[in-house]
């Protein structure tokens, strides 16, 4: 399956969320705190948390543990 992270294709797997594929392409964290800017990723990875922020075909604020990828799905991260 094709997705685009930040721009850059990728490859998926069917079933992934888009945290584990963010994780598959080596990134540990993908946005930043408002107030102190420190790096944040995914820390529950239940959706409990909201750590771990992405924007998904122009759909802010989306959980990335609990986002099941699509075919043609483009993510956007804060820190590309």
């Known amino acids: 399956m094709r997705v685009t992270i930040d721009g ?15 994780l598959a392409d080596g990134r540990t964290s993908w946005r930043t705190t408002r107030g102190a800017g420190k ?20 759909i802010p604020d989306v959980r990335a543990c609990q986002r099941l990828l699509a075919e043609g799905d483009d993510v956007r991260t804060e820190e590309p």
């Open 8 to 22: 850059v294709p990728c490859s998926a797997a069917p079933g992934q969320t888009v945290a584990a594929a963010l």
């Open 39 to 58: 790096p944040r990723g995914v820390f529950c990875g239940i959706g409990v948390c909201f750590d771990c922020l992405v924007t998904v075909n122009g």
